[in-house]
């Protein structure tokens, strides 16, 4: 067996279907492109179709199986109708990936129900309900993948975590009570935790160059993350390498986490 053969056999997601929200941008965006190119058919959801379109046709440009459904998750029946859209179109994913998020963090005495509700349904209650809708199936077929992406403040407060720290530490703890209930059927489920990334989602954040300067100082590498440095730790989990990796967060964050 060539090396080659070795490592494809380890990490090629050929015949897999991928379902990945917030594809269209940011991390999301460069899981979606990742998965493609090592041979998922790759579904994205998220609600710009303008960007959707865009990274559909990258995907494709670079000969991927790829299609796009526009939705707005913040709704549960926006969350339904979206998961049987995109069921419809390749068929019933192997890999779920949920990195759609909303990130608003008004001081802990200013954060109001309205704010506390979207986070948790955007956050929190679509991740849950795509995990029923499509988990138990992977189960029954007996391969299944399960990612979330979180947040550093799921971890430690800073930067006015508020509702979106808590949203994301739950997700992590819905990781865990996923694994418990599919793993002993091939279903892993497990998170990933970004640092600080130049993404839409920081866009607050991401225009002081002073605090963007402060956070690389916080890394271990000097620098702050890409969308693209998730594209092996998303394939690995992916795929048949990690099948013996579950209910774990795993942080890509340059070290920003131990330093």
Not at 5 to 27: N, Q
Not at 111 to 119: A, I, N, S
Not at 186 to 212: E, W
Not at 230 to 254: C, P
Request: charged residues 15%; contains cysteine; glycine residues 12%.
């Amino acid at each position: 067996m060539s090396s080659r053969e070795y490592l494809s056999g380890l990490f090629s997601l050929d015949g897999r279907i991928a379902l990945v929200t917030g594809g269209s941008s940011g991390i999301g965006r460069g899981i979606a492109l990742a998965l493609g190119r090592a041979g998922a058919s790759v579904v994205i959801v998220a609600r710009r179709e303008a960007e959707l379109a865009e990274t559909v046709s990258e995907l494709t440009g670079h000969g991927c199986r790829a299609a796009w459904v526009s939705a707005d998750l913040a709704t549960r029946e926006g969350v339904r109708t979206a998961a049987e859209r995109a069921a419809g179109i390749f068929g019933e994913p192997d890999i779920l990936v949920n990195s759609a998020g909303i990130n608003l963090r008004p001081p802990m005495s200013e954060l109001g129900e309205d704010v506390w509700d979207t986070t948790m349904a955007v956050n929190l209650d679509a991740p849950f309900l795509l995990g029923q809708r499509f988990g138990p199936g992977m189960a029954q077929r007996g391969f299944g993948r399960i990612i979330h992406i979180t947040s550093q403040q799921a971890h430690r407060a800073f930067v006015q975590s508020g509702a979106y720290g808590v949203s994301k530490g739950a997700l992590e703890s819905l990781a865990r009570s996923q694994a418990e209930a599919w793993s002993p059927h091939g279903v892993t489920c497990n998170t990933l935790v970004p640092g600080f990334v130049m993404t839409p989602l920081n866009a607050r954040l991401s225009a002081d160059p002073a605090k963007v300067a402060a956070l690389a100082d916080r890394t271990l590498t000097g620098r702050n993350g890409l969308a693209e440095d998730f594209a092996g730790a998303a394939v690995f989990l992916a795929s048949a390498a990690s099948g013996y990796v579950t209910g774990q967060t795993l942080f890509v964050d340059g070290g920003f986490s131990v330093h």
